[in-house]
């Protein structure tokens, strides 16, 4: 079509969620029509995110900071860590700004079927901020998915011996729900109304 | 509950499924009958619109075998109205669907989560296969059940496979050295919750058809009253134990049988060990010692009831998929089934090899035949009325 450096980027582009090799071809199109307003601008941002961006060693959360921007904020409660399955539900959960406490990304949830087990999750540093001290309550905002719903029952088991309050978000978040799809007002409904796990 | 406008057929498009391509078919009318030739495509149609609900359709068929040819993409796009509104509901494979798996549209878009189209549409059927389901094993029986009571509750089917999951999840686990014994006891806990969510709406559903046969048994020439009977342990402990009871005795006796569980391979305990039982409420005849013919008559009984119940509680019944109806049934029976149908305030599909048996309906139903081409493709004629 136009040479092996257009069809790479079609084909990396396909490979991103939401995007088929449909929407990648009109995507790239985009971009190359106005290579200085959008390729340019784009490859220069993808570029600085790659080298900035890391994994918060305390949370999980990505940030350009280590620890992250929320672990460091001091206006923010630190008594409480919100659990979730992955960054975009803790993006969700500030989107929606309901949560004023720290969070804590797991990196997914138990799969039996999928072959996830307990030591493919990102347990250990949420653990050593328990034994830390200080903190007063762990909320499990975990999908309404079966692997959601096991691990919390799972992760609850876990943080009993820490003798810290353990709740879960529960209405509004309907089965089969994952928390990143949710609009704001049901995310922020279901974490007012969690309920002791 | 006031009466809600019946959901209605508007347009049916089928693309690359089965014997059709290209196919549209407007205004089909509340009740249709598709007549015509075996192999002409009758059940191929009923199947399509089986597909709209969540599940493996009237043929219980995998996804492969449903694309034309056995190859290829293919689709289900279905207008229905639903007094001044309506709805688009499609179904099929696409370039980009993940293998082994069919997406659905609603209004064009993915449903917002898994129950979104059972709170549309509906649909129970009937097949020729399933004047077996008395004989076979209690699976067929099972999911004729589960039909029934996702026609109630549109979140059933979403607790059905989330039980199924946390099972396999759980037999999984066991098949391995030395399972995480907590992961185990979430799981265990995953499935008594979804267990006796299933458990309770299945045996509110029996309960309910029950009184409501009881109280109304129907005309003494119509369809033999029948009773419903659900055999499950956990049904049972819920008679006399609240739920939360139950789910923690589901829960240890999981805890207690995982030795026996993983040598198995298998669970002993759970949802997906019920069986459903019909007898015939007056002779207290089991369903199984009856003949072909009296089996029919029993489960149209029990569909027509299920039907009324539903128009009754929430002003709505389900689309209802007959397929070859009137096979086995006697002349009386059929004049029954026929005069119950034209009554019924919801989409009716009805299939047979030919118009005559179902004359009763004409003025009532718009008649169609089903024919195949020399080129394999099936195509639908109106045809008017019975002939």
């Known amino acids: 079509m136009g040479g092996p450096e257009i069809e790479r980027l079609i084909e990396l582009l396909s490979r991103l969620p939401g995007l088929g090799p449909r929407s990648a071809r009109r995507a790239a199109l985009t971009l190359l029509r106005q290579p200085q307003t959008r390729l340019l601008p784009l ?52 989107r929606a700004a309901v949560h004023r406490g720290l969070y804590h990304v797991l990196g997914g949830t138990l799969s039996a079927l999928a072959g996830i087990g307990p030591e493919d999750l990102n347990l250990r540093p949420l653990l050593s901020r328990l034994e830390e001290g200080g903190v007063r309550e762990v909320i499990l905002a975990l999908g309404a998915t079966v692997d959601g719903a096991t691990t919390a029952h799972w992760l609850a088991d876990r943080l009993q011996p820490f003798g810290v309050t353990v709740s879960r978000v529960a209405q509004g978040v309907p089965m089969g729900g994952a928390l990143d799809v949710l609009d704001d007002g049901t995310l922020a409904a279901a974490l007012m109304a969690r309920r002791a796990g | 509950m006031s009466a809600s406008p019946p959901v209605l057929l508007r347009r049916l498009s089928l693309g690359g499924f089965r014997s059709y391509d290209g196919f549209a078919w407007s205004d089909p009318g509340r009740v249709s009958v598709i007549t015509g030739p075996n192999g002409s495509g009758k059940t191929n149609l009923l199947e399509a619109l089986s597909l709209l609900v969540p599940g493996r359709g009237l043929r219980g068929a995998r996804l492969a075998e449903l694309p034309r040819g056995g190859a290829g993409h293919w689709g289900v796009a279905a207008r229905f109205s639903h007094g001044e509104d309506g709805f688009d509901l499609s179904t099929g494979t696409t370039a980009e669907t993940a293998p082994g798996r069919r997406v659905f549209r609603l209004d064009g878009q993915p449903p917002r989560h898994r129950g979104a189209i059972a709170e549309r549409l509906s649909a129970v059927w009937l097949t020729p296969q399933m004047d077996r389901l008395f004989t076979e094993g209690p699976g067929g029986r099972r999911r004729f059940l589960d039909r029934l009571v996702l026609a109630a509750e549109p979140g059933h089917a979403t607790e059905v496979a989330a039980h199924d999951e946390a ?78 009871a139950v789910e923690d005795w589901l829960r240890s006796i999981l805890a207690e049988s995982r030795a026996i569980d993983a040598r198995a391979g298998s669970a002993r305990h759970g949802a997906h060990r019920a069986d459903l039982f019909l007898s015939d409420a007056r002779s207290g005849q089991d369903a199984a010692l009856a003949s072909t013919g009296q089996q029919k008559a029993m489960l149209i009984g029990a569909v027509l009831a299920h039907a009324s119940l539903l128009a009754e509680l929430a002003g709505e019944a389900p689309m209802l998929l007959l397929d070859e109806p009137l096979v086995h049934l006697d002349a009386h029976h059929r004049l029954t089934l026929l005069r119950a149908l034209a009554a019924m305030p919801s989409q009716v599909l009805l299939t047979g090899t030919d118009p005559e048996g179902f004359a009763p309906l004409a003025g009532v139903a718009a008649f169609f035949r089903a024919r195949q081409g020399p080129d394999g493709l099936s195509t639908l004629e109106a045809t008017g009325a019975a002939e």
């Not at chain 2, 969510?197 to 033999?224: C, E």
């Open chain 2, 167 to 244: 099972m396999r999840s759980r037999n999984r686990l066991l098949g391995q050295e030395q399972p995480d014994r907590a992961w185990l006891a979430a799981l265990e806990a995953s499935m008594a919750r979804h267990a006796v969510a299933v458990t309770a709406a299945r045996r509110g559903l029996v309960s309910r058809m029950n009184r409501r046969l009881q109280d109304d048994p129907g005309d003494a020439d119509g369809f033999p009253p029948v009773r419903l009977r659900l055999e499950c342990p956990i049904a049972t402990r819920l008679d006399e134990h609240p739920a939360v």
């Open chain 1, 43 to 94: 490859a220069d941002a993808m570029q600085r995110a790659g080298q900035s961006v890391r994994t918060c060693s305390r949370c999980g959360n990505l940030d350009s900071r280590d620890p992250c921007s929320i672990c460091t904020d001091d206006h923010r409660d630190g008594s409480v860590i919100c659990v979730v399955e992955g960054v975009g539900d803790l993006w969700a959960l500030e």
